[in-house]
């Protein structure tokens, strides 16, 4: 029961366009995963594919071995609760009410906790007749949040889930996810833009850039490795020779690089720069801004 949820080289096409490029990741039990990466970069294909609701087109997932594409018994473990976008008309996921939606949940998770789900409903003010097409973004967000921890699904992926949540019911929404991580242990994997105050529950953080998994890291590690540099360009030049710089600006005759130092390598002393610990969310923005390769 130790080898987890694992992705081998998989790639996505979409007709001509390839939107994922040979992913490896692997993910353990008993830890709360951050993704992060732009728009388009391809966060939300690889969630579906790892939960079997997309499939790949090279390489495989499994978990603890078994295959988990068209594997019920092996799906039974998962969870992707992703983004609600009802559509208008009847017979649309928009005329569903909120409590049919979540009978379908509670049929196809066999481990769905009622009790959780109702308490949820009571403490978010959902009305369950109200139809999924009726309600505000945020509440769709707080449908998802329910299903997601309601399934107790070892591994459990949440796709934005705090899109449309103001910021009291997104700091409650993480005292929640980490009360059910307290309790059961579960794998929690959150895909979000809204880095900053969710950083410090993430226990290793994933980057995906251009298709591309750039890193996965303990996202304390990560954070401590990385330094913004500013002062006199030639200053900063010699200071970080040798090292990769990431978002240099030039402001006149003043630079400031951000680096993500590797083993063995430390900023040169003897050199007038400030040295500034860096944020996750500032890191992210230097890896993957505009102009970043």
Known sequence: MSEGLICNNISKKYKDKEVLHGINLTLERGKIYGM????????????????????????????DGETVWENRKILDHICFSR????????????????KDY???????????????????MQEFQLNKKDKLGKISKGMLSMVTIIVALASKAEFTFLDEPTSGLDVVMRE??????????????????????????????FEETLIIRNGE?????????LVERAFHISGKAEDVDAATEGLTRHHEEIIGRGKSVTVLLEAGESIREGYDVMIQPVSLQNLFVALCGIGEA
Do not use: C
Not at 39 to 62: E, F, R
Not at 83 to 98: D, F, H, Q, V
Not at 178 to 194: A, C, D, G, Q, V
């Open 172 to 201: 409650y929404f993480y005292r929640l996810l980490l009360e059910e991580y307290e309790k059961t242990n579960r794998t929690f994997l959150i895909s979000t833009h809204i880095i900053e105050e969710a950083a410090n529950i």
């Open 36 to 63: 992060i990466g732009r728009n388009g970069a391809g966060k939300t294909t690889l969630l579906s594919i790892m939960s079997a609701q997309n499939p790949q087109t090279v390489g495989t997932v499994t978990l």
């Open 102 to 120: 979540l009978k379908a949940a509670e049929i196809y998770y066999p481990n769905w906790d009622k009790e959780l789900a109702d308490k949820l």
């Open 213 to 221: 998994l750039l890193l996965k890291e303990n996202t304390q590690d």
């Open 83 to 98: 983004e609600i976008i009802p559509s208008a008309g009847s017979g649309t996921l928009g005329a569903m009410k909120i």
